[in-house]
């Protein structure tokens, strides 16, 4: 069975620096890339990068270049999301998600990891 | 940036046909997915390539996408399909969601 497995929930304070992690089984793991997707509390998803971690090719929404680093661990079947400054609009859901080179979409998803940034 | 629109709630009886909508310039050009989420569970995809549907995924799900619009289509609605419903295409190697329909089944 293919499955993405993500970290558990994290609390944090603003100003704090923080990496998820998201790891693959039952596939080929260096074979697809991996999407970070957001979701804000009552809001809608939002695609933050990709990354193939067969070469650690890595895209990043606009949106979202400078604000995060993803990265992968191939040997372990990891990839990663970081933040070095948290902020409290950072507060969200973060999933990943598998993307089938040269498919459209994203299946299967992991459960994804709730991050609270507070003071 | 490409926006995709989508209505931000639609009502359906149980056992009819709901129809939710997904616009974007010259999204027929593109391929759309659609995904479906429920209250505290992560996204699950019911149709790719505008048409197609994943193993496991009812029948009663559909899909189609044309001009500027890609419809979710959902026959015979059940209380199950009670949920958030989420568009996706991809523009200049960004992936994109759209905001989002709240599905009701009353």
């Known amino acids: 069975e293919v499955q993405l497995v993500q970290s558990g929930a994290e609390v944090k304070k603003p100003g704090e620096s923080l990496k998820i992690s998201c790891k693959g089984s039952?596939?080929?793991?260096?074979?697809?890339?991996i999407a970070w997707v957001r979701q804000r509390p009552g809001k809608g998803l939002e695609c933050m990068g990709i990354?193939?971690?067969?070469?650690?090719?890595?895209r990043y929404n606009p949106s979202f270049q400078g604000q995060v680093t993803i990265s992968a661990d191939k040997s372990i079947n990891t990839a990663y999301l970081q933040w070095s400054t948290l902020k409290a609009s950072d507060t969200a859901i973060y999933y990943c998600?598998?993307?089938?080179?040269?498919?459209?979409?994203?299946?299967?998803w992991g459960q994804g990891t709730l991050v609270t940034v507070s003071s | 940036s490409y926006e995709l629109t989508q209505p931000p709630s639609v009502s359906v009886s149980p056992g009819q046909t709901a129809s939710i909508t997904c616009s974007g310039d010259?999204?027929?050009?593109?391929?759309a997915s659609w995904y479906q989420q429920k209250p505290g569970q992560s996204p699950v995809l019911v149709i790719y390539?505008?048409?197609r549907r994943p193993s496991g995924i009812p029948e009663r799900f559909s899909g189609s996408n044309s001009g500027n619009t890609a419809t979710l289509t959902i026959s015979g609605t059940q209380a199950m399909d009670e949920a958030d419903y989420y568009c996706?295409?991809?523009?200049?190697?960004?992936?994109?969601f759209g905001g989002g329909t709240k599905l009701t089944v009353l």
């Open positions: 039952g596939y080929n793991f260096t074979n697809y890339w």
């Open positions: 390539q505008d048409t």
């Open positions: 996706q295409a991809w523009d200049s190697n960004t992936a994109v």
């Open positions: 998600a598998r993307h089938t080179p040269g498919a459209f979409w994203f299946d299967p």
């Open positions: 010259k999204l027929g050009n593109k391929y």
């Open positions: 990354i193939y971690p067969g070469d650690s090719d890595t």
